[in-house]
């Protein structure tokens, strides 16, 4: 695979396109990031982000991994105390999960975001940046509350990261993508330059494939899950025998299979005694949404590898957060 497919395979959205391809002709050493805002437990969605973190360090970038603790706090997620805890947590999870630590820099945002130097800048940019302009940058973050104007001055925050993180790349799923608009919009009224933004899509809810999978509604899959809960989580999954459901609906046993299982492993293997046709193997996620889609594949066996593989590459991250909790 070349380094543009590497860096791009997956994205929902590349802003701009040509912006990543001048990265992508020579993308040794350069900087991409990812800002978390500290959780004690990773779930798919910080999953499919770190995805393309490895990928980005395959194609040999550095990546820069943020502890959003400042901003966790301004979106009130516990006490500063907490969050510190939870981050600590968060990035031993991360390297369990295989970001390769040699090229990966894990940076708390207190570390800088509380600098002289950072304040006023923040402060030059809340001057350049109307109250209605930074909600619509947090929309999609900052869910169903009522904006306080913490949650005017994350996005603006996030805005300067990208700068004071000397960064040549900024990743994050679809839900950041108005943060990055505002970024490109507002640094160069600091003459900051403008830097390209990779998104990661949504996977839809695992129970009904409408809208989006996410801790806070509907099931996920996290560090946390047994074996035994992922068996029963994917069983009970939503996978018509198409990728394409009706209407709004995806098919996220598909989804997880594209986004999750087949950039970490080179070959699926679906197990089938011999009466059901034998095992079957896949180098490809477009050759495994056709069997299923022509019924080769069925459904049942799908998601029964799914759970196999999904266990796998959670394994070292639940062993870790046993080995942290005892
Ligand atoms: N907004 C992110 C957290 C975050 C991301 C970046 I990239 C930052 O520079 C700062 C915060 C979230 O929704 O989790």
């Known amino acids: 695979m070349d380094s543009y497919e590497l860096l791009t395979r997956n994205a929902e959205e590349v802003v701009t396109d040509e912006e ?27 999953l499919l982000t770190a995805n393309k973190l490895i990928d980005l360090q395959d194609a040999g970038m550095e990546v820069v991994i943020l502890l959003a603790d400042v901003h966790a706090y301004l979106n009130e997620k516990g006490t500063f105390e907490e969050i510190r805890e939870t981050a600590e947590q ?13 090229n990966a820099e894990f940076v708390y945002g207190s570390e ?23 909600q619509r ?17 994350y996005p603006l925050m996030q805005t300067l990261d990208i700068e004071y993180l000397d960064l040549d790349l900024a990743v994050g799923g679809l839900d950041q993508r108005k943060v990055h608009m505002l970024a490109r919009e ?27 999978m996410s801790s806070s509604e509907g099931i996920t899959i996290s560090m946390e899950d047994s074996t035994a809960d992922l068996e029963e989580k994917v069983n009970a999954a939503f996978c018509p025998p198409t990728r394409d459901p009706e209407g709004d609906l995806e098919n996220p046993v598909l989804e997880l299979f594209e986004y ?12 089938r005694p011999e009466k059901y046709g034998g095992d079957l193997t896949y180098e490809e996620y477009e050759a495994l949404a056709a069997d299923l889609e022509s019924g080769e594949l069925h459904p049942a066996d799908a998601k029964g590898t799914l759970a196999t593989y999904l266990d796998e590459l959670i394994a070292p991250g639940r062993e870790k957060l046993r080995e942290i909790r005892d």
């Open 90 to 102: 968060m990035k031993a999870q991360f390297l369990a999960y295989g970001l390769d630590e040699d």
């Open 260 to 271: 999750h299982v087949f950039p970490r492993f080179d070959e699926i293997v679906v197990e």
């Open 186 to 212: 507002k640094l160069p009224d600091l003459e900051y330059e403008v830097r390209p933004a990779l998104h990661t899509p949504i996977v839809a809810d695992l129970t009904s494939g409408e809208g989006k």
């Open 112 to 134: 800088f975001q509380l600098e002289e130097e950072y304040t006023l800048d923040l402060h030059h940019l809340e001057r350049e940046t109307t109250m209605n302009r930074a």
């Open 20 to 46: 990543v391809r001048d990265l992508a002709e020579d993308p040794a050493g350069k900087r991409a990031y990812v800002g978390y805002e500290p959780s004690g437990v990773l779930h798919l969605g910080h």
């Open 137 to 153: 940058a947090m929309a999609e973050i900052q869910g169903d509350e009522t904006a306080k104007v913490s949650h005017l001055v």
